[in-house]
């Protein structure tokens, strides 16, 4: 896993310094229902509790993992049955293979093996490393265990349904997001950063169009209470719990961006001069420098 996940870490935006995860704060927050979610230095975490056990949405960071399980035996005694990625990227998967050892069998009782972990297919294509020549390859670890290859997947769990719905091409070609049915609460993982521009992963399936519809079908899952406040919660990859006018917001601002890109490749624009002409500017104060943003919509709508 280590060749891979620093791959991956190569591909993302610069960061700033992370920080020292052995002192890095964590945080739990009630979301709605039996749903939480755990704030942390890497993407946040669902976790949803009751009478079958912990399911987790995301991971973290692995020398996180004995801290997150300490978190989650604060809401249950039980243990951990299933871990949900909802795309490749190391600080959404990282804790993998140390909270599924930590865990107890899932969906398929009697394997006598840790938690389950569940992951669209590509994700684990993306994972699984190809062996070349005639050597050994060496174990990979953190994989998912239970992948699915169809539009969506459901089951129940804790008393509620629980659906994966898979969101292609959006912000990698493996995103799932998970929605609690009874506690209306939608885990989005990064299609969905309200504080940051979105991350357009096009060497892993990423395109701006996808990231569109995603966004859309997110509002075609969430209700909004009175004058559009409250209703469904939603679990963001990074960030605040919002609900459908926070995605609303965000949706028309990629909407709109990638709509001034395309504008500015129908005029002959190259990528410079695109870059040039500050299409962010007016969002640039809320979700911070639109740059690498404008250069992966500006090569996913065919820009050279």
Do not use: W
């Not at 056990?53 to 039980?78: H, N, Q, S, W, Y």
């Amino acid at each position: 896993m280590i060749p891979l996940l620093l791959a991956v870490q190569a591909a993302l935006p610069a960061q700033p310094q992370p920080p020292n995860l052995e002192t890095a704060p964590l945080k739990v927050l009630p979301v709605q229902g039996n749903v939480y979610t755990l704030f942390g230095p890497g993407g946040n975490i669902t976790i949803q509790v009751g009478k079958d056990g912990a399911l987790l949405v995301d991971t973290m960071f692995a020398p996180l993992a004995p801290r997150i399980a300490a978190e989650v035996k604060k809401l249950t005694p039980l243990p951990i049955r299933i871990i949900i990625d909802t795309h490749i990227h190391p600080d959404h998967v990282g804790g993998n293979e140390p909270l599924e050892k930590m865990g107890a069998t899932g969906l398929s009782p009697g394997e006598g093996r840790g938690a389950t972990v569940i992951a669209h297919e590509n994700v684990l294509n993306r994972m699984t490393q190809p062996v070349t020549g005639k050597q050994t390859p060496e174990k990979q670890t953190g994989l998912p265990n239970h992948e699915y290859d169809t539009p969506t997947k459901d089951f129940s769990f804790n008393g509620e349904a629980v659906i994966l719905i898979h969101a292609p091409k959006a912000h990698t070609d493996g995103d799932t997001m998970v929605f609690f049915r009874r506690s209306d609460v939608l885990s989005t993982g990064d299609i969905f950063t309200p504080e940051r521009y979105p991350f357009i992963d096009l060497a892993r399936g990423g395109s701006i169009d996808g990231e569109i519809a995603a966004l859309n079908q997110i509002l075609h899952l969430t209700v909004p209470e009175q004058l559009q406040e409250g209703g469904t919660k939603v679990v963001p990859g990074h960030g605040r719990i919002c609900d459908e006018a926070d995605v609303v917001e965000y949706r028309d601002m990629v909407t709109i961006i990638r709509d001034r890109v395309r504008d500015a490749l129908k005029r002959g624009l190259n990528l410079s001069q695109v870059k040039a002409e500050k299409l962010t500017l007016d969002y640039d104060t809320r979700y911070g420098s639109g740059d690498v943003f404008v250069e992966s919509v500006y090569k996913s709508l065919g820009g050279k």
